[in-house]
Nanobody, 126 residues
Framework: QVQLVESGGGLVQAGGSLRLSCAASGRTFTNYVMGWFRQAPGKEREFVAA????????LYSDSVKGRFTTSRDNAKNTVYLQMNSLKPEDTAVYYCAANVAYSTIYLYTPEMYAYWGQGTQVTVSS
């Protein structure tokens, strides 16, 4: 059974940085895409970034491109989301997600992912 556990959220001032972690277990994730989503109060869950586990190929939303970086550590079975130059509008619950994808990185809607973590709160103060 796939289990995803996020950590690393918290309160940070605008312009600051946070690194989120997503510890994955229960499968060999070689053929998986790992996604990051976020959901602010009253808004729909939106795509942030994705990484193809096997190749390290990444995909970012326009709103975070150049500020956020996703990476993975094969030895630790963990995916990271490094968030720099944070803005108040980045405030949300951040979720890690996973799905099998043998030949694409383009998993950018929540419906494309079968497995989800519990989420971690990120709050950016102005």
């Amino acid at each position: 059974q796939v289990q995803l556990v996020e950590s690393g959220g918290g309160l940070v001032q605008a312009g600051g940085s946070l690194r989120l972690s997503c510890a994955a277990s229960g499968r060999t994730f070689t053929n998986y895409v790992m996604g990051w989503f976020r959901q602010a109060p009253g808004k729909e869950r939106e795509f942030v970034a994705a990484i193809r586990w096997s190749s390290g190929t990444t995909l970012y939303s326009d709103s975070v491109k150049g500020r956020f970086t996703t990476s993975r550590d094969n030895a630790k079975n963990t995916v990271y989301l490094q968030m720099n130059s944070l803005k108040p509008e980045d405030t949300a619950v951040y979720y890690c997600a996973a799905n099998v994808a043998y030949s694409t990185i383009y998993l950018y809607t929540p419906e494309m992912y079968a497995y989800w973590g519990q989420g971690t709160q990120v709050t950016v103060s102005s």
